[in-house]
């Protein structure tokens, strides 16, 4: 039982008035009937029925006011619901991307669908165009690294041995030589209609009598062939 003071409305004795302000120094006065399972601490006690404090809801006011009660992806505070990692929306029933996508894509069913110029499982890095062709080469912040062999910004062209040695155009992986070059690189010195196959090429050193500088000249030794 109650201490008499805690009943209500407590006596009026005179002769017990000032015992039982002692003794209520230490209960609270609750109105009426008791509430089911003091409210479960998560309300008041108002004549018999629990009036339960924000986000708590029932007769003893056990039972959470959250929305869908944070789908058990969460628990409830204060009438919101705190998610649990991997969880987020008002309700708690949406799956959550790594790092909110770092505010460079939006989240669809916890993946991340990256803005244009970015990728990674959260957006984080720089995306390369094309992807590097998944062929060519490699993303290095935000730029390809071509493999041998291909060229581009986006490493989708083949490309020429020694880049032609800037003495030619590289088309398709293969050099097409300006003239007075030849081979695979075009490295090599030509002459006027390959010597018509009669003939082949030296290379000499000849002195200038003006300058005294080395230049480099071609002399073709012509091979005749005579027939009677």
Do not use: M, W
Not at 130 to 156: I, L
């Amino acid at each position: 039982l109650l201490p008499v003071c805690c009943r209500y409305p407590p006596p009026s004795n005179k002769h017990t008035s000032g015992q039982s302000k002692a003794a209520c120094a230490g209960c609270s006065i609750k109105s009426g009937d008791e509430c089911p399972n003091e409210c479960s601490d998560q309300g008041r006690c108002v004549d018999g029925k629990c009036v339960c404090f924000p986000g708590y809801g029932g007769p003893d006011c056990s039972e959470t006011n959250c929305p869908g009660n944070c789908n058990d992806n969460g628990s409830c505070v204060n009438g919101q619901c705190v998610c649990d990692p991997g969880f987020t929306g008002p309700d708690c029933s949406e799956k959550s991307c790594p790092d909110n996508c770092n505010s460079r894509g939006r989240c669809v069913n916890g993946k991340c669908v990256c803005s244009s110029g970015f990728t990674g499982p959260s957006c984080l890095d720089e995306a390369c165009p094309g992807n590097c062709n998944n062929r060519g080469g490699r993303c290095v912040n935000g730029q390809c690294v071509c493999d041998d062999g291909f060229t581009g910004a986006d490493c989708s062209e083949h490309s020429c041995p020694a880049n032609c040695n800037n003495r030619g155009r590289c088309v398709n992986g293969q050099c097409v030589c300006d003239d007075g070059f030849t081979g695979a690189d075009c490295s090599e010195h030509s002459c006027p209609a390959n010597c018509n196959n009669r003939g082949d090429i030296l290379l000499l050193y000849h002195v200038s009598d003006s300058c005294k500088t080395k230049y480099l000249k071609h002399i073709t030794l012509v091979k005749l062939t005579l027939s009677h």
